[in-house]
């Protein structure tokens, strides 16, 4: 597997890596912990595996600011923006912004990854991904995500009104919403593939989101080597207790979990 690399600059001594913070209007104490985040965090870099945002229709919604959502995107672009000014900024797309493209990059002043990629930092190979393309145990989803992620799907899609792309984006939401209600629960990454990934990438560590289901996790292959999985955390300040971590990694030390909620 060729990855797309991500070379860290010479003077980055941390980065932090999140994911799956699921920003949306009607969620305003996770936006606001993550606005503050990214206002005084003191990484030089930071990375964002997918899901920045509960739902993306289309790029065209950043010059939408008489629509409700198109509002919401804009504050989302300014807390980015400013970001941008003193740090470098990254994001990866996720399984519900899957159509953050070229526009969201220049408005937004970040740049995007390809899933799966590698970063070279602090003398380690480290595979970053959204994670939703390991759980292969979720058949429905990966069908689902093979469909959308196809160009036709996606010319299909984005042909459609803005109204109309925000209105099924809506029926997908409750119906995500409903099938957790009854207890649906998200799968977890396959360890073979996992090792698969990581042994073509030539890399020990995989940092990923997706599965809601934060840890660490260390095995070892039939080869002898230790292999590392650190799953990050979702983000929901409303919960009970509030969710929310930032993986911090500073040159020459361990990685940490950070809490800003």
Not at 207 to 229: E, K, Y
């Amino acid at each position: 597997m060729l990855c797309p690399q991500v070379d860290a600059a010479p003077s980055w001594r941390t980065i932090d890596l999140m994911s799956d913070l699921h920003l949306q209007a009607n969620q305003p104490a996770t936006f606001a912990a993550w606005q503050h985040h990214m206002a005084h965090t003191p990484a030089d870099a930071v990375f964002i595996l997918g899901d920045l945002f509960e739902v993306w229709v289309g790029d065209d919604i950043c010059h939408s600011p008489n629509t409700p959502e198109g509002a919401f995107a804009q504050q989302c672009l300014t807390v980015l923006q400013a970001a941008a000014q003193r740090l470098a900024l990254f994001v990866m797309h996720g399984n519900r912004d899957f159509l953050l493209s070229a526009d969201f990059a220049k408005q937004s002043g970040c740049t995007l990854l390809a899933d799966p990629c590698v970063l070279n930092f602090d003398g380690q190979r480290l595979l970053l991904s959204h994670g939703d393309a390991l759980c292969l145990g979720d058949v429905d989803y990966q069908h689902f995500r093979r469909q959308v992620r196809g160009a036709a799907w996606r010319t299909a899609f984005l042909a459609k009104p803005l109204a109309q792309r925000i209105a099924v984006a809506k029926g997908l939401r409750e119906q995500s919403e409903s099938l957790k209600a009854d207890g649906a629960s998200y799968a977890d990454a396959d360890p073979a593939m996992v090792a698969q990934w990581l042994q073509a990438a030539q890399a020990t560590t995989l940092i990923h989101g997706h599965t809601h289901q934060p840890a660490d996790h260390s095995f070892t292959t039939s080869t002898g080597l230790t292999l590392q999985r650190r799953v990050l955390s979702d983000w929901d300040a409303s919960a009970t207790p509030p969710r929310g971590e930032v993986l911090r990694w500073t040159k020459g030390n361990e990685p940490v979990r950070h809490r800003p909620l």
